[in-house]
């Protein structure tokens, strides 16, 4: 089956800092997310990205399905990014069904 | 976006009971889904929830473990049987539609612990 990757598992930032968050998947896809996974355990949509570059405030993600990878760029961090950051991909033959990464965990001091 | 509500939010259960979670959509969807989280671990689906069928399980899965049901567009429960510890997870919800391009949308997720 398809493989998801996420890189780096975990990430530690000091606030204001900026980063940028990776996703690889193996095989053609139909659709592509990004989420926040806060605290508490909600998932929180980011992005619905299957290709190209989108912008929501100090958040940012590109897609390259052709070369099968996903960025996800956090800017000026605060404490309330901490969390869990999925990505999430449908296969092209898998019926809406999401398979997701394994995430990055990030914590960003103040 | 889509709204969902997801009851309970979350529940301590004895091993041998079962408990079922409830999903409510605010509009009608296309898909529903049912995913379950581990401790410290990513989102497995369980489940496609179909509207008026038996639900599609994914490997590792069965009916008898976890029933399904969806009656309408806007509605499905869950069910964890004979729940042991190894049960002890998130269990989120999740739709999708085509007048949104099939994104998908969570509920807030049910936590789960058996004892």
């Known amino acids: 089956g398809i493989q998801v990757e996420q890189s780096p598992p975990d990430l530690i930032l000091q606030e204001g800092a900026n980063s940028t968050l990776r996703c690889n998947f193996s095989?053609?896809?139909?659709?592509l997310q990004w989420f926040h996974q806060n605290p508490w355990g909600q998932l929180i949509n980011l992005f619905y990205?299957?290709?190209g570059t989108k912008q929501n405030g100090r958040l940012s993600a590109t897609t390259v399905a052709t070369e099968r990878y996903s960025l996800l760029y956090i800017s000026s961090s605060q404490t309330t990014d901490s969390g869990v950051y999925f990505c999430?991909?449908?296969?092209?033959?898998?019926?809406?069904?999401?398979?997701f990464g394994s995430g990055t965990r990030l914590l960003v001091r103040p | 976006s889509a709204v969902i509500s997801q009851k309970p939010s979350r529940d301590i259960c004895q091993r041998g009971t079962s408990l079922t979670i409830q999903c409510q959509v605010d509009?009608?969807?296309?898909?529903m889904f049912w995913y379950r989280q581990q401790p410290g671990q990513s989102l497995t689906l369980i489940a496609t929830?179909?509207?008026?069928?038996?639900?599609?399980?994914e490997s590792g899965f069965v009916i008898d473990k976890f029933p399904i049901s969806r009656p309408n567009l806007t509605f499905s429960t869950l069910t964890v049987s004979n729940m042991s510890p190894e049960d002890s997870s998130i269990y989120l919800c999740?739709?999708?539609?085509?007048?949104?391009?099939?994104?998908?949308?969570f509920g807030q997720g049910t936590r789960l612990t058996v004892v």
């Open positions: 990205i299957p290709s």
């Open positions: 095989d053609s896809v139909n659709n």
């Open positions: 999740s739709a999708a539609s085509t007048d949104r391009s099939y994104e998908a949308f």
């Open positions: 509009s009608q969807v296309t898909m």
């Open positions: 929830a179909n509207q008026g069928s038996e639900a599609t399980y």
């Open positions: 999430a991909v449908e296969r092209v033959d898998s019926s809406y069904k999401l398979i």
